[in-house]
């Protein structure tokens, strides 16, 4: 049986066999695909379906499109999807019994193929004229999975920083500040991780893109503690010594 192929981070690709076959999808149905395989628990009504992406006088089409009564997704089929994936990890991770996430091993071990699935934000750049209840849905589902992965990042972060992996928590780190570019706590967590591998140019150069964003996106100036940071970096005014997790608090 050809195995079907969803990606739906970033974009969207649809391959069976590893052939793309969007080409020969409509907008609608793709997007109807990647709803009913990221809501693959439960079974949808097709008047439900119908509403989500066309209008009242078109809907007469989708029925043409949507013949059964109801719809699910068959997750027992040969198929793979990005997010479904990544929901996974995430799950195995939140069910995990454990005192404190950024000192547990076991979901690390999730947490890590989580965000290499995360390769943009849930179905970017696509955009269905007429549809604003399946707006209604992508939202907040986009906005929820890039917080799933942001949250990923700064757990990784910690984890190899408290064990002194400085650089494979610097680029878990420098993936978090891109995702957070106007926020304090990744910028301070590379600032520190480049400077433990004496990479202090580099840490100025990061506290300087951040600043200058900052100012032309909202018109203010860092906290006075990522100020005293930078100065104390730049002056060589600093050991250079593992932080503990306490130190990051989110600004």
Partial sequence: MARLILLFFGGIQIKL???SIIGSMSKKEQALLAYLAIES?????REKLAGLLWTDQTRHSSFLLITRQTVQFNPGS???CDVVAFNAHQAACHVHN???VEQCQVCMMQLQPAVELYHGD????ISIANASAYEDWLLPKREWLRRQNVNSLEYLTNYYRQRGEYQR?????HHWFEMEPLIEAPCEQLMLLLTFRNRRTEALLTYEKFTN?????????PS???IELYHRIKFDDMAINPPRISQFKRS
């Fill in 122 to 125: 849930l179905l970017e750049g």
């Fill in 17 to 19: 066999d590893e052939q």
């Fill in 98 to 100: 454990h005192h404190h």
């Fill in 78 to 80: 040969d198929y793979s």
């Fill in 169 to 173: 928590a610097q680029n878990y780190a």
């Fill in 41 to 45: 628990d439960y079974s949808h009504d």
């Fill in 224 to 226: 006075k503690r990522l």
């Fill in 213 to 221: 964003l900052l100012y032309e996106e909202l018109e203010i100036e």
